[in-house]
């Protein structure tokens, strides 16, 4: 092999791993919000298990993280609990930057 061919299979398996990373932190996101909604919901038990299976369904709809807001916006609604855009938006942001730090430090 070559540099250049070590170049590129180094940058391929960076792109992968980027992408692994990505993956599980949107995942753990997803969990952490569903556990937040599912408790302005008084969900508890297989109830906010199966919450939060849900919600991680629905990210897999469509690219990006708005088949997720639209769901758990949705279902707060449904259950008239009231919260404004910005504020499920700004936990969505919070939970993300904390499930990054939790992989890179290595927690569970």
Do not use: P
């Not at 398996?13 to 992408?19: G, Q, W």
């Amino acid at each position: 092999m070559t540099t250049f061919d070590d170049r590129e299979k180094a940058f391929e398996n960076k792109f992968a791993h980027d992408a692994d990373l990505k993956f599980k932190a949107e995942q753990r996101r997803n969990k952490m919000l569903a556990e937040w909604v599912g408790a302005k919901l008084g969900m508890s038990g297989t109830a906010l298990d199966d919450y939060i299976k849900a919600v991680r369904k629905a990210d897999l709809a469509e690219k990006g993280h708005g088949d997720v807001f639209a769901k758990v916006k949705a279902d707060l609604a449904a259950k008239g609990v009231a919260i404004a855009d910005t504020e499920i938006r700004q936990q969505m942001g919070e939970f993300l930057a904390k499930a990054v730090a939790d992989i890179e430090t290595g927690k569970a």
